[in-house]
């Protein structure tokens, strides 16, 4: 079956501007999760959404955002960049129902560069 | 709040020797515990995970990890390393009573050298 498909792979922003990032989970998975990875900070936990819901969120400004709509795919937007967003955002796919914990299947991420 | 430490930035093991990773965590509750692996330019990939029963769990590529509850670890093994084990590995850990979000402890880098 298909995996989880981050879009696009890469993207150069300019300060100021935002940026809207693509996730579609493998099918029949309803909830999204999404970290930022960089080199000083590692994975850092965003917000998960479960069906259309956001379940969780971490410890990001609210310039960070983002939804689920109903066939599970997920966006995330920042608005206002800042050179220090420049990252790896990657986006985690699982079932999401207690009875069935599952390690989550990530996408392949989308590199943000802020300039 | 729940944390996971990797005490190690880097490991380095002679190929076809043993290898392994350590993890300890902080968690409220009973823990699900999760390793996961990442090459280079690519996503994370899941090898394997504790949520109850025997503590010594065995996942994907020989890899296996033991839960030690007295001592919160949950360390990454390998009997017999191989050059294509060089990667980042990352201890993840969710609190298991409740819809808890999944934190990721800072990540080992193994060098695998042959």
């Known amino acids: 079956k298909a995996g989880v498909t981050q879009t696009p792979r890469y993207l150069i922003k300019t300060r100021g501007q935002q940026v809207t990032l693509s996730c579609s989970p493998i099918s029949g998975h309803r909830s999204v999760s999404w970290y930022q990875q960089t080199p000083g900070q590692g994975l850092q936990f965003l917000f998960e959404y479960f069906s259309e819901t956001q379940r969780n969120k971490g410890n990001f400004p609210g310039r960070f955002s983002g939804r689920q709509f109903s066939n599970s795919r997920s966006e995330m937007n920042v608005s206002t960049l800042e050179l220090g967003d420049s990252a790896l955002y990657l986006c985690a796919s699982s079932p999401g129902q207690s009875i069935y914990i599952s390690g989550y299947t990530f996408g392949s991420g989308t590199r943000l560069t802020v300039v | 709040a729940q944390s996971v430490a990797q005490p190690e930035d880097q490991v380095n093991v002679a190929e076809g020797n043993p290898l392994t990773v350590k993890c300890t965590y902080s968690?409220?509750?009973?823990?699900?515990l999760f390793w996961y692996v990442q090459y280079p330019n690519r996503g994370l990939q899941f090898l394997l995970k504790?949520?109850?029963?025997?503590?010594l769990v065995k996942g994907s590529y020989g890899f296996e990890a033991e839960f030690n509850k007295s001592q919160t670890s949950f360390h990454l093994k390998k009997p017999s390393a191989l050059v294509s084990d060089s990667a980042l590995y990352f201890c993840a850990v969710r609190a298991g009573t409740s819809y808890d979000k999944v934190i990721f402890g800072p990540g080992t880098s193994l060098s695998v050298i042959p």
């Open positions: 504790y949520i109850t029963g025997d503590n």
């Open positions: 968690v409220s509750g009973n823990p699900y």
